[in-house]
């Protein structure tokens, strides 16, 4: 069985940075796929950032661009989501997730999920 488990949310000021992490247990495939995705009170679950298992292929939502970076420890199963220049939008339940998605953007296909960390930005 394949386990994420999110690490490092918490609050923080408008600007600020967070760095969020994700360890993955259990037997993962090359072809697998990271995602990150976070839901805000009221809102869809959205996507954020999704990186290959190989770390070849890089994705990202445009609200993150320039500001969110997603990356992997080649030492470990951990995928790291750094937060930069947060915003009071950023404020959400922040989810990681593996599996082999037909779209790495896109929720469905995601087989694995974890519980959340709650991300708060204050203005």
């Known amino acids: 069985q394949v386990h994420p488990v999110e690490s490092g949310g918490g609050l923080v000021q408008d600007g600020g940075s967070l760095r969020l992490s994700c360890a993955v247990s259990?037997?993962?495939?090359?072809?697998?796929?990271i995602g990150w995705f976070r839901q805000a009170p009221g809102k869809e679950r959205e996507f954020v950032a999704a990186?290959?298992?190989?770390?070849?292929?890089?994705y990202q939502a445009d609200s993150v661009k320039g500001r969110f970076t997603i990356s992997r420890d080649n030492a470990g199963n951990t995928v790291y989501l750094q937060m930069n220049n947060l915003k009071p939008d950023d404020t959400a339940v922040y989810y990681c997730?593996?599996?082999?998605?037909?779209?790495?953007?896109?929720?469905?296909?995601?087989?694995?999920w974890g519980q959340g960390t709650q991300v708060t930005v204050s203005s």
């Open positions: 997730a593996t599996g082999v998605p037909p779209l790495a953007t896109a929720a469905v296909g995601y087989a694995y």
């Open positions: 259990g037997r993962i495939f090359s072809n697998y796929a």
């Open positions: 990186i290959s298992w190989s770390g070849g292929r890089i």
